[in-house]
């Protein structure tokens, strides 16, 4: 009797804890991330599809951040490329092309369209708050699952769907789905604040290399 008292107690804390858990709770933990967090280095794995197509599109690699806004992606399939931001260039290399793309990183985030908040590397709960309706989807002591809908208007509709790991305070997967694509993004084998190389974030494109510069503005 005394076992079956105690775990209804228990089954009811865990209960009540599910309950008290808000979507606010859960994006100020993201936000004090935004803090407690400088550098960070994971591997990472996408899954693209296309339902009019059927198309599937599965890549992985390694990236590498540091605040404000310095990283590194190195894609190592489907096709291996390069992302590196020094905080004010960012560049894109195809090696199989033999051609690397230069851009500003401010340019780039506006033309890109996606939210700073919706990767591990760009943690901005300001933007979040500010662009989104935001709404605890699942519940969990651990992992909660925040859904983020998009306020005003748009030519293309869709859906976020954010894991929060609470003891770190990141963004440990991401689900963007419209009518058109459904992209799935994992993160792993987090190492937080760990000494990187500013060497990490430079790129000077290989001898023979194409580059082209796209407006810098």
Same mark, same amino acid.
């Given at each position: 009797?005394?076992?079956?008292?105690?775990?209804?107690?228990?089954?009811?804390?865990?209960?009540?804890?599910?309950?008290?858990?808000?979507?606010?709770?859960?994006?100020?933990?993201?936000?004090?991330?935004?803090?407690?967090?400088?550098?960070?280095?994971?591997?990472?794995?996408?899954?693209?599809?296309?339902?009019?197509?059927?198309?599937?599109?599965?890549?992985?690699?390694?990236?590498?951040?540091?605040? $404000?806004?310095?990283?590194? #992606?190195?894609? !190592? =399939?489907?096709?291996?490329? +390069?992302? /590196?931001?020094?905080? *004010?260039?960012?560049?894109?290399?195809?090696?199989?092309?033999?051609?690397?793309?230069?851009?500003?990183?401010?340019?780039?985030?506006?033309?890109?369209?996606?939210?700073?908040?919706?990767?591990?590397?760009?943690?901005?709960?300001?933007?979040?708050?500010?662009?989104?309706?935001?709404?605890?989807?699942?519940?969990?002591?651990?992992?909660?699952?925040?859904?983020?809908?998009?306020?005003?208007?748009?030519?293309?509709?869709?859906?976020?769907?954010?894991?929060?790991?609470?003891?770190?305070?990141? $963004?440990?997967?991401?689900? #963007?789905?419209? !009518? =058109?694509?459904?992209?799935? +993004?994992? /993160?792993?084998?987090? *190492?937080?604040?760990?000494?990187?190389?500013?060497?990490?974030?430079?790129?000077?494109?290989?001898?023979?290399?194409?580059?082209?510069?796209?407006?810098?503005?």
């Amino acid at each position: 009797m005394r076992r079956s008292a105690l775990s209804l107690l228990l089954v009811a804390a865990a209960a009540a804890s599910l309950r008290a858990q808000s979507a606010e709770e859960v994006v100020a933990r993201l936000q004090r991330a935004e803090t407690e967090i400088q550098r960070l280095q994971f591997d990472y794995l996408q899954t693209t599809r296309i339902p009019l197509t059927g198309e599937t599109v599965k890549s992985k690699g390694a990236a590498l951040f540091e605040r $404000p806004n310095r990283f590194r #992606l190195e894609q !190592k =399939s489907p096709q291996p490329q +390069t992302v /590196v931001c020094d905080g *004010k260039d960012l560049w894109f290399y195809l090696p199989a092309r033999g051609q690397a793309l230069r851009d500003s990183v401010d340019n780039w985030a506006r033309s890109a369209g996606f939210p700073q908040g919706l990767s591990p590397f760009r943690l901005e709960t300001t933007e979040l708050r500010a662009k989104y309706d935001i709404a605890l989807e699942t519940p969990d002591p651990k992992t909660p699952i925040l859904r983020l809908t998009p306020r005003g208007d748009r030519a293309f509709p869709y859906d976020l769907r954010v894991w929060v790991d609470l003891a770190s305070g990141l $963004p440990i997967k991401t689900e #963007l789905s419209s !009518k =058109s694509v459904t992209a799935t +993004t994992t /993160v792993k084998n987090f *190492k937080i604040n760990v000494p990187l190389s500013p060497d990490a974030f430079r790129f000077s494109p290989p001898a023979g290399t194409d580059v082209i510069d796209a407006p810098l503005k």
